[in-house]
T-cell receptor
Framework: EAGVTQFPSHSVIEKGQTVTLRCDPI?????LYWYRRVMGKEIKFLLH????????ESGMPNNRFLAERTGGTYSTLKVQPAELEDSGVYFC???????????FGPGTRLTVT | AQSVTQLDSQVPVFEEAPVELRCNYS??????LFWYVQYPNQGLQLLLK??????LVESINGFEAEFNKSQTSFHLRKPSVHISDTAEYFC???????????FGSGTKLNVKP
């Protein structure tokens, strides 16, 4: 069974540009999460989808970040326009049950120059 | 609010030596406790977890962690490390019946021959 996959693995963009990160959860997992790790600090929660609905988006930094999960399958996280402080590693995770084990993807390393 | 502190950002150790990675947490409510490991170029993998019952939990590769409620700690230990244990280790908590994790800033374990 395939794990959580994320694309791209690395992205380097200039300040002001737009970037879209993609996450494909484990098949059948209704719950999808985004987390971010900035500059070697702690990994922080961004938001949680249950199917296509946003269950909790309390960790989204500001309105430059837009997450979607159309059809309740894969999810995208768009940053527009990107700022220097958005650099970091963006992790996606999925789980079958709401409080079940979360399976993490390898992350997307975003560098904004 | 919940927070997790991993005091040691890096721990160098020689092969076959014992190691302890420290984790302390702060929470006003009851939490579940986790250790995740990230090997180079891979996603986060669950190493072990404490949900209830025995305060000493073990992983399949020889790590163990003990939940200490009075000291609000969940330190990770291994009596004899291998080169293959070189990775970054993250301590995390999750509040009962809630989905999101609160992570520490990670500890890089570097096992030297």
């Amino acid at each position: 069974e395939a794990g959580v996959t994320q694309f791209p693995s690395h992205s380097v963009i200039e300040k002001g540009q737009t970037v879209t990160l993609r996450c494909d959860p484990i098949s059948g997992h209704d719950n999808l999460y985004w987390y971010r790790r900035v500059m070697g600090k702690e990994i922080k929660f961004l938001l949680h989808f249950v199917k296509e609905s946003k269950q909790d988006e309390s960790g989204m930094p500001n309105n430059r970040f837009l997450a979607e999960r159309t059809g309740g399958t894969y999810s995208t996280l768009k940053v527009q326009p990107a700022e220097l402080e958005d650099s970091g590693v963006y992790f996606c995770a999925s789980s079958q049950a709401g409080v079940g084990e979360q399976y993490f993807g390898p992350g997307t390393r975003l560098t904004v120059t | 609010a919940q927070s997790v502190t991993q005091l040691d950002s890096q721990v160098p150790v020689f092969e076959e030596a014992p190691v302890e990675l420290r984790c302390n947490y702060s929470s006003s409510v009851s939490v579940y406790l986790f250790w995740y490991v990230q090997y180079p170029n891979q996603g986060l993998q669950l190493l072990l977890k404490y949900l209830s019952g025995s305060t000493l939990v073990e992983s399949i590769n020889g790590f163990e962690a003990e939940f200490n409620k009075s000291q609000t700690s969940f330190h990770l230990r291994k009596p004899s490390v291998h080169i293959s244990d070189t990775a970054e280790y993250f301590c995390a908590v999750r509040v009962y019946n809630f989905n999101k994790f609160y992570f520490g800033s990670g500890t890089k374990l570097n096992v030297k021959p």
